[in-house]
């Protein structure tokens, strides 16, 4: 997704005041179809295809502390390989694709050490420091 969707700043903007001008840029196809999206586009293409290659996959929100963004209101994933959970951020990775032209893995498969202790990520669900992920992932397949 690095180099095929663009982040969509306008949506984003119009979005923000109340005003969606894009709102394909909120989910799958606008980020696959279209090539633009916002984190929720670039999360929901992300959860899509990781379910279609057979992986058990989330869409979290909550807050994020980004280096350029500040404390802003955001999508990101979190996948489940191996019985361990992961966040996936592909919004910031692509962010980073577009500015410096350069592939990022910077938010790919953070542990929850990681994204907790960096301040990257505050979730919306259940926040416990060490079993954040874990949890959220119990309530989504709880009737697995």
């Not at 109340?18 to 799958?28: E, I, L, T, V």
């Not at 963004?69 to 990101?76: D, L, P, R």
């Amino acid at each position: 997704m690095q180099e095929n969707v663009r982040y969509d700043k306008q949506e984003l903007i119009a979005s923000s005041s109340g005003r969606s001008k894009n709102p394909n840029s909120h989910n799958a196809y606008g980020a696959l179809l279209n090539g633009l999206a916002v984190c929720d586009g670039f999360s929901s293409a992300f959860n899509l295809l990781a379910q279609k290659l057979g992986f058990e996959c989330m869409l979290a929100t909550g807050r994020s502390n980004h280096r350029s963004a500040g404390s802003v209101e955001h999508a990101w994933n979190i996948v489940k390989v191996k019985n361990k959970c992961y966040h996936m951020d592909v919004t910031w990775d692509t962010n980073q694709y577009n500015e410096f032209k350069e592939h990022s893995y910077d938010y790919f498969a953070l542990d929850d050490e990681t994204s907790i202790t960096e301040s990257c990520y505050n979730m919306m669900i259940l926040w416990q420091k060490d079993t954040v992920t874990e949890r959220a992932m119990e309530m989504l397949w709880i009737q697995s």
